[in-house]
């Protein structure tokens, strides 16, 4: 089992930076994938980053490459998404999940509550 606590969302301008963690508990956090989706008011959840167990692999969306990288520290049981050159559009509820990998919301079986990041123009 693992149990998932974003934080790190809030309100910024457009242009501007923010930086998601989740922290993780169980044992096994560093033998799980783990991934990044949001959700915007009326949309579905979409896929946003994901990072192997040994944080050697990374997927991102096309929306967000070279703007978000996400990282992870297994020491700490925390993963981490560095938000740059924040967009309008990218105001949404942002999710961590772990227990997979892929693109598609079926692909985890772990997730947060998640945290809400408000990008204003």
């Known amino acids: 089992q693992v149990q998932l606590v974003e934080s790190g969302g809030g309100l910024v301008q457009a242009g501007g930076s923010l930086r998601l963690s989740c922290a993780a508990s169980?044992?096994?956090?560093?033998?799980?994938?783990m991934g990044w989706f949001r959700q915007a008011p009326g949309k579905e959840r979409e896929f946003v980053a994901a990072i192997s167990w040994r944080g050697s692999i990374t997927d991102y969306a096309d929306s967000v490459k070279g703007r978000f990288t996400i990282s992870r520290d297994n020491a700490k049981n925390t993963v981490y998404l560095h938000m740059n050159s924040l967009k309008p559009e990218d105001t949404a509820v942002f999710f961590c999940?772990?227990?997979?990998?892929?693109?598609?919301?079926?692909?985890?079986?772990?997730w947060g509550q998640g945290t809400q990041v408000t990008v204003s123009s």
């Open positions: 999940a772990a227990g997979g990998w892929g693109h598609e919301v079926g692909d985890y079986g772990y």
């Open positions: 169980g044992r096994t956090f560093s033998s799980y994938a």
